[in-house]
T-cell receptor, first 112, second 113 residues
Framework: TQLLEQSPQFLSIQEGENLTVYCNSS?????LQWYRQEPGEGPVLLVT?????EVKKLKRLTFQFGDARKDSSLHITAAQPGDTGLYLC????????????FGSGTRLLVRP | NAGVMQNPRHLVRRRGQEARLRCSPM?????VYWYRQLPEEGLKFMVY????????ESGMPKERFSAEFPKEGPSILRIQQVVRGDSAAYFC???????????FGSGTRLTVV
């Protein structure tokens, strides 16, 4: 069983549409990170959220950490083909600050 | 510094051979982590090392797998007597402090034939 569930697994949308991907768990995380991974490359860190209820914006991307620190969401406004990739959330449990627990990812395709 | 450098990018081994994967962390980073990614899955933690020390190897299979991070030179992940199930992408990350500021390398894609 996956500790972090991401949904949807796959998403294909038209350029200009908005989308939200979700990362859910029954565990409480001390922090949560979002990464984007392109084919043949390693994950690239987008953001780290630490405080329950925290919202961070990165241009057209908005990240939210749930109040209970069990879930997170990533919202993309006016998606562009350059947003295409695998989006991974990764949580840190309080007892091992270095060990990232990854979700299985959301594969996003933005069609021109 | 171009970031975390992993080599080779692609590695093909026959069953029973040894695979050696190398990772040079970013300059100034003394913490190294190895993760494995199976197709269509997220990354799974394998091992965490500091210079000359293994801090946590709880995610690494007890047999055939070993890791080191010597005082000089890159970190090495070694897989002996590879089997088909070892085929995966292996990623290394480094950080300047424990658990902070992760930077991942581009990975080594191991294929066992």
């Amino acid at each position: 069983t996956q500790l972090l569930e991401q949904s949807p697994q796959f998403l294909s949308i038209q350029e200009g549409e908005n989308l939200t991907v979700y990362c859910n768990s029954s565990s409480v995380f001390s922090s949560l990170q979002w990464y984007r991974q392109e084919p043949g490359e390693g994950p690239v860190l987008l953001v780290t959220v630490v405080t329950g209820g925290e919202v961070k914006k990165l241009k057209r991307l908005t990240f939210q950490f749930g109040d209970a620190r069990k879930d997170s969401s990533l919202h993309i406004t006016a998606a562009q083909p350059g947003d295409t990739g695998l989006y991974l959330c990764a949580g840190v449990l309080g007892d091992s600050s270095y060990k990232l627990i990854f979700g299985s990812g959301t594969r996003l395709l933005v069609r021109p | 510094n171009a970031g975390v450098m992993q080599n080779p990018r692609h590695l093909v081994r026959r069953r029973g051979q040894e695979a050696r994967l190398r990772c040079s962390p970013m300059k100034g980073h003394s913490h190294v982590y190895w993760y494995r990614q199976l197709p269509e899955e997220g990354l799974k933690f394998m091992v965490y090392l500091q210079k000359e020390n293994i801090i946590d190897e709880s995610g690494m299979p007890k047999e055939r797998f070993s890791a080191e991070f010597p005082k000089e030179g890159p970190s090495i992940l070694r897989i002996q007597q590879v089997v088909r199930g070892d085929s995966a992408a292996y990623f290394c990350a480094s950080s300047p402090r424990q658990g902070e500021g992760y930077t991942f390398g581009s990975g080594t894609r191991l294929t066992v034939v």
